[in-house]
Structure formats: structure tokens, C-alpha cells
């Protein structure tokens, strides 16, 4: 039966809504484009609490500082490439160095924007803030654990990037599942390969395992949504237990999620590791399930390099 498919960006709208209503302190700061990032509805039911600041992200970042100095909790919100790459230096030096409560989120995560092209398209963005101090880098797999990490992250202080798919992608979870921010969530246990795999991937990942379980090969399967701070232990677990594992990402394997699970690797000095995600290049206009293809981002990829590490 084929999975409904929604937006992790519409979670994130619509949990936004009901945590304004129930915490005045809750603020969204808008650069323009509520549109697209779904906080419309946001600005039309708490107007005292959304601000617009127009395309200038970075003031965003600085207007998001100043709000968290008075105990608000502001949510900046915009593309993922603008929220991380432009408003870098105002992210390290006005809200991560003084450790202050600001989420960043931002919609059109990895190659989702597709047809925009490589302008638009986040592929460095968790890579880059990951390596500042004080920063969570969060990415929630679907629709409904974007609305409960949302929820985590507003209730949980300290500056988070909360990253979302522009696309819809399937719908893996139901309401009533929990999630804790630094924590996996499994999905599958298994003994001859783990696969740990976040944000719009995970569907491909726990696809591919449901079809190595068939060909006989047990797959241990996590969704790594926190890759700052990662959690560590599950990791070691798997590298200690299991020793051969994969990570799938829609982002640049240089310094995400895959080079996050190998440092822990090579610091235990054992176990190996194959990451599945974007090359080290820019994007480029073309449909959305076509640039993950071109990065062998695919459930038939996963599936023959598990095999790989097998054989």
C-alpha cells in the first residue's frame, strides 16, 4: 500500500500555530516568504506575534537575537541555504556565542527545491552550522515527527536549525510516536547491516530494508533526525555490534550526517562505513526524484551497498 505523502514544511506550519496559541513568547520571524514556508496562517491567527522583516535574513537573525534577550522564543523562518549559508556569521556570533533560545527553521531543505537549481537547493547547510558551538541541526523524516520535534525544540532551550523537506515525501509515522531531540529513532533491529539514514532519505532507507529482509539479510535501521548532537552511543552500538553500516543523506557527504557516524568510527577505530548522499558538487534544475538518482540516492543503491558490505 503505497504511503501518504505531505510536506515535512506543512508540520512544521501547522505545529507552529498551536504552540503560538498556547505561549505568547512564541514569535515567528518571517524574510518574506511565509508563503512558501508555511507560516501564513501563523501571521493571520497571532499577528502580535509574527514579525516580517522582508528579504533580509540576516536582520532576521539580529531582530530573533534581541527577541530572545527579552525570554521570547522567536522561530526565524526561511530557506534552508539562506537560513544557514547568509545569516552564518550573524547565527555564530549573535546567537550561538551568547547561547541564546532562537530556532532557525527553514523550509526547502537539500535538493527538494528541485527545479530552483543550485541557488536554492541547501546541500552544505547541517554540514556548516553542525561545526558551530552551542547549535542543534535537526531533520525531521516526515510530516508528523516535524511537528513533534517542532514541539521539542520550542520547549527545549538553545539556538536549533530545524531543516524541512519542500517536497512531500511519505508519511512514515503516526501522532502518538515520540521523539527526543539527540536521540534515534529505530525502526528496524537487525544483525548483518545498519543503515542510519535522516530527513527525507529515511523512507528510501526503511523501503530498502524491507527488501534486504526478503533477500534474507537483517537490517537494522535509524532514523538520525539530531545530527548535532549526535547520538553517539547508538552509533557505537551499531560500529560495536553490527560493524558495517550506512548512512543516507540529501546533503553533501563532506560533513553531515556521514562524516558525523565516521568520526565516531574511526575513533573507536573499528567497523566500516558507506555514505550514500550528495557528491561533492553544487545542485542543479532538474525534478527532485531525478537529483537524488544522479547521487545514487536510491533504495536499489542502498540495497547493492549493503550487499556490498556483505559480500
Known sequence: MEREKKATR????????????????????????????????????????????????????????????????????????????????????????PNLNVKIACSHGGVTPANDGASHQAIEDMGVLRTI???????????????????????????????????????????????????????????????????DTVCLALEAAEELKKQGVSVKLLDMHTIKPLDVEAVKDCVENIGKIITVEDHNIINGLGSAVCEVAAEMGKGQVKRIGI????????PYQRLLAKNGITVENIIETAKSLLS
Not at 498551536?18 to 491567527?45: H, P
Open 279 to 286: 557528491q561533492d558538487h553544487f545542485g542543479e534544475s532538474a
Open 10 to 97: 506543512a508540520g512544521f506550519g501547522e505545529e507552529i500555530v498551536e504552540l503560538g496559541k498556547k505561549d505568547n513568547g512564541i514569535y515567528v520571524v518571517d524574510a518574506d516568504i511565509g508563503k512558501s514556508c508555511k507560516t501564513t496562517k501563523f501571521a493571520q491567527t497571532l499577528p502580535k506575534q509574527h514579525l516580517n522583516v522582508g528579504i533580509a535574513e540576516q536582520n532576521a537573525a539580529g531582530v530573533a537575537a534581541g527577541l530572545a534577550t527579552t525570554g521570547k522564543t522567536p522561530f526565524v523562518v526561511t530557506y534552508a541555504v539562506f537560513g544557514s549559508l547568509r545569516m552564518c556569521e550573524m547565527i555564530r556570533q549573535e546567537i550561538c556565542y
Open 133 to 199: 558551538p552551542n547549535m542543534t541541526v535537526i531533520m525531521p523524516a516526515d510530516y508528523w515527527s516535524a511537528r513533534k520535534l517542532v514541539a521539542a525544540a520550542a520547549n527545549t532551550y538553545g539556538p536549533m536549525f530545524l531543516r524541512f523537506t519542500r517536497d512531500a515525501i511519505p508519511v512514515i509515522y503516526d501522532e502518538n510516536t515520540e521523539f527526543t531531540i539527540g536521540k534515534a529513532h529505530q525502526l528496524r533491529d537487525g544483525k548483518d547491516v545498519a543503515i542510519i539514514a535522516n530527513g
